[in-house]
Structure formats: C-alpha cells, structure tokens
C-alpha cells in the first residue's frame, strides 16, 4: 500500500509539471489560439509593421507615447524598431545584442548580452516559435473579445521573472495574429506595444536587408558588455 | 694474468652500466628552458630596462589576430566572450580604448583632466540650464523608446554626460583607431584586429601552440590570421621540424651508408657510433643533473658532440683494424692505444679548451652550452678508450680483415701526385685570403631573430599586412627619462617625431595634459559650473522626474568631476620605477616595424636625434642588436683565448713547436676560407651559424694532430692510413651538415654551408698540405 501511495505520488511531486493557472475549456482554447497564432506564422519570414509603444515609469507621472515602423525577422530572430515619434531613434534586438542608434545625435549605444533573455522570449511571441511558448511561460488567464482574445501569462523561470513578470498577448480573432503586446518589469512599469497595418512576407519573397545594415560613418558608439546575473543574484 | 684483464673488462663493464643508467635517468628528467631570456646576460642594463618596463614580455606576449568575415562588427562580442574564457588567455583587447590602457585607467581615475578643449567647452555648455535640459530630453526619449537599457541610462546620467568623455577618448586615439566602429575594423567593415595577451613567453612552443589551436577552435568559421610572437614561434618550429625532418630523413642513411661502404663492414659503422651515442646520452643526463633545465642553444650541443666524438671512434677502429692484421686482439688494441692515444688526447684538450673559451663568456646560454660540450667531448674520449676496444673485442670474431682501402689509396696517389704542392699552395693562399678578407670587411654579427627565418615568411607578410591596416607598428619603442627631468622637452621632441613622420603615434607620460595650463580650464569649468547638481535636480523635476531617483547617478558625477590627480603627481601615466629612481615613460610607434639591425639603428638614431640626452630607448624588438656586439666580443675573446690554449696543447700534445705549428695548418686554412667566405659575402655571423665554427676548429686540430702523430710515427704512408680515417670523419660530418644547405631556415643552411666548406678544407689541408709541410720543414 505504501508503495503504491510512494509510486503514486513520486510523479505528482516531482515529475509533473507546475501548476496551470488556466484549466479546462479555457486552457484548450488558449492552446488551439496560440497554435493558429503559430501556424499563420509558419511561412513567415518576416512581420513589418506600423506601431504605437506606451511606456510606463515608476520615475515618469504620467506614460510616454512613441512609435514608428515595426520589422521582425524570424531566422535568425531580430527586431527591428524605427521609432518617429517622439523622435528618429532606430532600436535593433537580437539574440546576443540590443542596439540604440539616435541619427540626430549621431550616436548608438550597443549593449552587448552573454543572453538577451528578454528580447529572445518577445520575439518569439510574433514567430511561429509561439507554439513553445509554454516553455517559457504559464498561461494564466484568458479574456475572449469578439474582435480580439487576451492570453496572460506568467514567466515560469525565476530568471526570466527577474526581467519581465507579466505578459500579455492581444490575439485577433479573425487570423490569430498577435497585436499587441503588453509586458511588465519587476518594478511593475509596462510597455504597452500595439501593431497596426502588419504585413507578412513569406519565405519565398525578395526582401530589403534592413536588419544588417551597417550604420553610417562617423557615428560614435558605446557599447557596453551585460553579463548574465549569476544564480546567487 | 686472464683472470685479471676479465676482473678488469667487468669493473668497466659495470662502470659504462653505471654511467649509461645515470646517464638515461638524466636524459628523462632533461628539461629544456625555453625562455630565451636566460640566454641573456642578467646584468645587461638594457636587459634589465626591457624586464622592468615590462615591454620585452608586452611585445612578445602580444598577438594580433586579422579576422574576416562579412558582418565581423556584428560578431565580435561574443568572439571576444569566447576568447576571454579561454585558460591560455590572460586578456583580449578588441575596443580601441582598450589598445591604449594606461591612458584610459589614468582618465578613469580624473576624467576631466583627460578632456580635449572641445570636450571641455561642450561639457560646460552642457552643465548649463539649457544644456542640462537638452541633455534629460534626450535621456527621456530613449526611455520612451528603449525599455531594455533606456531607464537604466536616465537614471545613471541623466544630462547625457558621457558622450562628451567618450567622444574626446575617441578623438584621442591615433587615425586608424578612430571611424565610426568601437572596434579596429577597414573600412568595407568585413576585417577586424583584436589583441590576444598570452600568459606564458612564445619561446614555450607547447604553449604557442596550443593558444593558437585554441583560438583557432573558438574562432572556427572566421577566416584568422594570427600575427605576433606565437605565430612566429609556431611557424619557425614548423619549418626548422621540417628542414630537419627531410635533411636527416636522408642524411643519415647517406652517412650510414658511406660508413658501411668505406669500412666494408656491416658491423663496424655500428660500433664506431655506439661509444659516440653513449657519450651524448651521458653528457645531457649529467649535464641536467648539473645545471638543471638547459637552454635550446645548450642542447644543440648533441649535434656537435656527435659530429667531433665520431671522430675519435673513427680513429680508434682505423688503427685497430691496422694493427690488428698484424697481432691478436689484446695486442692491437693495446698497440692502438699507445700509439693514437696522445693524438685524441691532444684533440679532445683543443676542442675542450675552445669551449671553457666559450664557456667563460658572459652569456648563460653560451656557458651551458660549453659546459655540456666539454663533459660530452670527455665522455666521448673516455667511451672511445673503454667502451670501444670492449665492443671491438666482444664482436672480433665478427670482424674479418680486410684488404686495402680504395679511398686510402686514392688520397696517397693524390699527395703523391706532382700536383699536391701545388694544391698545398692554393689552399694556403685560399686560407690566407680569407684571413686578410676577414682582417679588412671585418665579419658582422648579426644576432636579430629576422636572421633565423626566410625574409618572404608568412609571418613576415602578415605582420607588413597588420601594419598597413592599422598605419602604425602595434608594438612600439618605449622611452623613459628620468622624472627629475623636465618632461617638456620629451613632450616637444615627440610632437617633432610625430610631425615630420619619423613616428604615426605615441602614448604615455607625454600626453597627460596635467599641466598648469589644463589647471586653469578645468578651474574656469569648475567656476561656470557651480551648483550644476542643484539645478539637474530642478530641471528633472520641471521635466516631471522625481529627483530622488536621480540623486546617486548625479552624485557620482559630480564625484568624478571633482576627481584630481593624486596629488604631487604631474601624470597620471604611472611612473616606471627602477634602482630607486622614477622615468617618465613613453611608448613611440614608427609607421612600420624595423625590418633588419640597420634599420632598427637609423630610427634610434633619428629619435635620439630629438629626444633629451638623457633618454633611454628601449626597443624589445633591438634587444639582439645591443647584445650582438657583447656577444661578438665575447667570441673574439674566447678566440684569442682558445688560441693561445689550442696552440700550447698542440706543441704540448708533439712535444714540439715546429710539428705543433704544422699540426694547426687544417684549422687554419679551414677557419680562414669559412670566415673570409662569409666576410666576402657580406653575411654576418648569428646564433643560428656560430656553432660552426667551434664545430670546425675541433675537426680542424683534430686532422692536423692526428696527420702529424702518425706522420712522425711512420712517415708518408700516414697519408694512406689517417688520411683514410680523416677522409671518413669528413665525409660523415660533410653529409650531417652539409645536407642542411637546402634548409627554408636561412640560419640553418648557412650553418650547413658554413661546416661543409670548414670540413672540406680542413680535410684537403690534412692530406695536401700538412705533408706537404712535413716534407719540408723535416730533415
């Protein structure tokens, strides 16, 4: 009897996964979304975009509005953000690096990252990478729209949540394209990122190489190494 | 009377075990010392300025690698990453700032004595109301924009002050360091220059080469030239591998060959070697019992010891084999003994008595390598008196007489031959001409290691490559002077050096523009300046930022902007201290390296031209060409000294001045055409050619000794019998060095053609003009 209780319960505790915050019908929704989500981007190569950011601060009283063009590569993964508003400034992201480049001040800051944990888990969201998204994240709650459905969800590392402790992702109905973004930091300050007008190109097509662009001479850059929090912080 | 020539043949057998045994643990626990700075005198002071200053160990642990691939800039961090968690690594510079570290740590601790007039001019519009407004602007749209590291920069400066320290680091940095990449990259951005610093010397060839496989494995899939002392360590190891690998890949079945040919024995080649073998066993393994870890140099002392030892066994088994067609066994070798004893005596005493010369220089290098040569050519004496007549006893019955030597004969109808005076006269006049050419072009030598590789290497070309891409040589001269010395002066005459091109940049002491004249701006930014903090706090709150937040980042500004040089000190470059005196330091980098000595010396010469008197200039790369000279005294020396010994142990050795006299022909003439064909040839002598000529000398005396013992001793038919064992060794020898002539390492060949030409002279001067003096000069 004992055994069987021990053999019973040996899995429960320790090879079962982390307790879901959405269950039953909800949880199998969330899931058949987040699935077309992943196949509509299946032959996408890359998402362009128009985008409005709202950036919230613990330093700022009220949010700051940017926005300007939204590009997305999905092999490798890279964005690209052409900010216009409040003024030019180009943010490029990778997997290793993240790039602020002011063309009217003509200078970039680059931040060089053993692991751009952040970028990588965002980007994933508008790739078809999206179907794994479980790995990173608990799927916490579910608000169907009519025109839209909100999935919130929770990172489930304690690395990941030293960065970023809530995601939500804002799913059209229609084609279950992600079109808006809303995360949140350990300090509770959101950044709010909604597209407008996306466009999905294909793998087949010919397209412009924007996201390896060289930037122009003379700029003055800054870069700066980040280096992974080790386990004790 | 048997039982105790057996009690006797067992104390020596158990001796030669005892020795070898000693001998073999020796040779296992050999270690080599490959720091070539042990060669060096320790007491040299510019030895000495290279190891304080640290700039011998900087240049030589200094590599450059040139990496290509088409989005390289995007790449280089985490190249870089990975280079830095390499073991083998003690640090990777990739940013141009980091090329220049003493001047970065000395901003670092009082940045704003570092600015430019520039700088200081926009830091101060910058510390202004209106400036400190734009500044927090800019600072709140990259927060709108950039959630990853837009606050974090709000927060730790939020005027944007930084830009201004960077932008006149940059503006600091030499032409090719500046463009519009942190990075050293060309301009189609696709090839860029990182550093890598080693943490052991390049002499370290295991070392070398693995830190080069390493980075080769990290760096896989970019297209890497490595340029720098370990690359040069790599590549002469490989090729002097090879050069010897295909010279004795032939050359020793040749001598083998030869040997079996012109002894007409299977048998006898071998015993003749084994007494020289065992003797190079013993020297090393005693010699590293003695000395402890040898230098390379010292170990070349195997090929030597080889060379003469083989001399006294081929002698030895020559006269057996005579004698032995004439009496038994006992009797020959008893015969032998006596009668060619005080020739190999008198030989092993010359050749000794040349290398205690060489042994009592001032060079460490030079006295192991004496050292080990005299304890080898003993050993070879003592096996060639003990363990050979053993051998040749054991195997007698295995030795079957034979009939007269081919070559033997050939050499008597030569000196027979009314063409032996003349000939005799040629190579009297040859060696006299190569002493009067000697005497008048004198003879250079030329220690650079430049010497030692083929000038159209690939290091060569990658390292011309690597300059023309940065426009200056990486690795500079560094000059100091004495800080009781005003600095002024070194300032002015860096500034003309660099103005009229003679150097592309400089960096130290000179550029810390701590004067009074940066006091006075910095003093006038301080006074515009005052109570900036107050008013960022104000101008953030009017932008709608709680200050509090702002208070470290402002804070610590304004702590750097306070920062002073410690005071009492006029630079922030730190001061080299050495024998309780303190330099100021300067680090000169020439448009390109010096390629030979005499470049080397025009640019000191220029410089010196415009530095204060009391400048010192260290260049690590021109240490060879401040020991040279050292070193050349040194061997004039040692060849007056062995001279003198090698003349009196001649006439000591036949009891005679005249036979003494006629003895030392062979090495005179030999000596004088190898000397006098390098004087004529203009090429200087180097550690990689001067072994030959204690290589020659020994050889040389050796002929004449053992031709004019055996002269006295039966007359002109010595030519026969000597001339034929003199013949051997010199064909031997001929075949092992003169087969290193088609070596790529240029050192290597001219060592091959510098032995090649002494053994054939010294060989023709036996066997023509020795008798030739003979007949003449005897009743």
């Known amino acids: 009897m004992r055994l069987a209780l021990a053999l019973f319960l040996t899995p429960c505790l320790v090879g079962q996964p982390a307790h879901e915050d959405l269950s039953g019908k909800e949880l199998l929704a969330a899931r058949s979304l987040i699935e077309r989500t992943s196949m509509a981007l299946d032959d996408v190569r890359r998402m362009d975009a128009e985008f ?76 078809q990478e999206i179907n794994s998204i479980e790995k990173l994240f608990v799927l916490e709650s579910l608000t169907a729209g009519k025109q839209d459905t909100t999935i919130s969800l929770r990172p489930r590392s304690k690395e990941l949540s030293g960065i970023l402790t809530k995601l939500q992702l804002t799913i059209r109905n229609s084609d279950a394209l992600v079109l808006a973004m809303r995360y949140t930091n350990k300090e509770d300050e959101a950044t709010h990122l909604r597209l407008m007008k996306v466009v999905l190109h294909s793998k087949g097509e010919k397209l412009d190489q924007i996201f390896d662009a060289p930037l122009p001479k003379a700029v003055r850059i800054q870069v700066r190494q980040i280096k992974k929090p080790s386990k004790a912080e | 009377m048997i039982g105790s020539a057996r009690m006797c043949s067992l104390t020596q057998i158990l001796l030669l075990i005892a020795l070898t045994v000693a001998g073999a643990i020796g040779v296992t626990r050999l270690k080599i010392d490959p720091d070539v700075g042990s060669v060096f005198p320790q007491d040299n002071r510019m030895v000495q300025l290279l190891q304080g200053t640290s700039a011998g160990q900087q240049a030589a642990r200094s590599l450059f690698l040139i990496l290509e691939s088409p989005s390289i800039e995007e790449q ?58 734009e500044g927090i602007a800019d600072s709140l749209t990259l927060l709108a924009t950039d959630p990853i590291g837009g606050k974090q920069a709000l927060l730790s400066d939020p005027l944007g002050l930084r830009w201004v320290f960077s932008d006149s680091l940059a503006r600091s940095l030499p032409e090719a360091l500046r463009g519009d990449s942190p990075y ?67 050359s020793i079945p040749l001598i083998l060959l030869f040997l079996i040919f012109s002894t007409r024995s299977w048998l006898l080649p071998l015993l003749i070697l084994l007494p020289v073998g065992a003797a190079v066993v013993w020297a090393l393994g005693l010699g590293s019992w003695m000395l402890g870890p040898v230098t390379p140099i010292a170990l070349s002392s195997a090929a030597i010891l080889i060379g003469l030892g083989a001399d006294f066994s081929i002698h030895f088994a020559g006269r057996f084999e005579e004698e032995r067609k004439k009496v038994d066994c006992p009797s020959a070798l008893k015969t032998t003994r006596s009668h060619i004893g005080r020739a190999l005596l008198g030989g092993m005493l010359t050749s000794s008595a040349a290398f205690l ?102 290091q060569a070309r990658a390292s011309q490559q690597l300059e023309e891409k940065l426009g200056f040589a990486p690795l500079g001269l560094t000059v100091v002077l004495d800080q009781r010395q005003p600095i002024e002066p070194l300032k002015d005459g860096i500034a003309d050096l660099q103005r009229t091109g003679v150097i592309a940049f400089s960096s130290g002491a000179h550029r810390d523009p701590l004067g009074k004249t940066q006091a006075a701006k910095i003093e006038q930014l301080r006074k515009a300046s005052a109570g900036w903090a107050q008013a960022a706090e104000e101008n953030l709150r009017a932008a709608g930022l709680g200050p509090n937040a702002f208070k470290a980042g402002i804070t610590s500004w304004d702590t750097r902007l306070s920062a002073n040089p410690p005071s009492g000190q006029s630079s922030g470059t730190p001061l080299f201290r050495w024998k309780d005196l303190s330099y100021w330091r300067a680090t ?33 790369g021109g240490l060879s060409d401040e020991l040279g000279p050292l070193l050349a005294s040194d061997l004039q020396r040692s060849l007056w000294t062995c001279t003198l010994a090698v003349l009196l142990i001649c006439i000591l050795s036949l009891k005679s001045m005249r036979f003494g006299l006629i003895a030392l022909a062979p090495v005179v003439c030999g000596l004088g055409v190898s000397l006098g064909l390098l004087a004529l040839l203009e090429w200087p002598l180097h550690p990689g050619n001067f072994l030959a000529l204690p290589l020659i000398l020994g050889l040389g005396v050796d002929d004449g000794l053992h031709m004019v013992h055996r002269y006295r001793e039966v007359g002109r038919a010595a030519v026969r019998t000597t001339g034929t064992y003199i013949w051997r060794t010199t064909v031997t020898t001929a075949i092992g060095f003169g087969s290193l002539i088609s070596a790529t390492s240029p050192a290597i060949a001219s060592l091959g053609l510098l032995v090649l030409t002494g053994t054939v002279i010294c060989f023709l001067a036996s066997i023509l003009l020795v008798p030739y003096l003979l007949r003449k000069m005897t009743p």
């Open chain 1, 52 to 127: 409005v950011q709202t950036q919230e601060s613990v330093l700022l009283e009220k949010p700051m509005v940017s926005g300007g063009l939204f590009y997305l590569r999905a092999q490798p993964a890279c964005l690209l953000l052409k900010f216009n508003k409040p003024r030019a400034v180009e943010v490029r992201s990778d997997a290793t690096s993240h790039r602020v480049y002011e063309p009217t001040k003509n200078r970039a800051t680059r931040l060089v990252f053993e692991s751009n944990e952040l970028a990588k888990a965002l980007m994933g969201v508008f790739t």
């Open chain 2, 76 to 133: 280089l961090p985490g190249l870089v990453h990975r280079l830095q968690e390499s073991p083998l690594v003690a640090s990777v510079d990739a940013l141009k700032a980091e090329f220049d570290r003493d001047r970065t740590a000395a901003q670092t601790a009082a940045p704003l004595w570092y600015l430019d007039d520039q700088a200081l001019r926009e830091l101060e519009q910058r510390l202004q109301p209106s400036g400190q407004r």
């Open chain 2, 184 to 250: 050293l990259l060309n301009d189609r951005r696709d090839t860029a220059v990182i550093r890598v610093m080693g943490t052991r010397d390049p002499f370290d060839i295991d070392y070398s080469q693995a830190l080069l496989a390493d980075l080769a494995d990290r760096l896989q899939g970019f297209q890497m030239q490595p340029v720098g002392g370990y690359a040069i360590a790599q590549e002469s190891s490989t090729r002097i591998k090879g050069d010897l690998h295909s010279s004795l890949s032939w």
């Open chain 2, 357 to 458: 010369a060489i042994s009592t220089g001032a060079f460490p290098g030079l006295r192991d390598l004496g050292f080990l040569l005299v304890l080898g050519l003993f050993f070879s004496l003592f096996a060639t008196w003990v363990f050979l007549p053993l051998l040749l006893q054991g195997c007698e019955s295995w030795l079957k007489p034979r009939g007269v030597d081919g070559a033997g004969l050939l050499i008597a109808r030569l000196t027979d031959s009314p063409l032996s005076a003349p000939m005799a006269l040629i190579l009297v006049g040859l060696g006299g001409a190569g002493w009067i050419a000697l005497g008048s072009g004198g003879l250079a030598f030329d220690a650079s290691p430049e010497r030692m590789r083929p000038a159209d290497s690939a």
């Open chain 2, 588 to 620: 000169l980098h020439p448009h390109a390296t010096p390629r030979s000595a005499k470049e080397r010396k025009e640019l000191q010469r220029t410089i010196r031209g415009s530095l204060p008197s009391q400048v010192e200039i260290i260049d690590p």
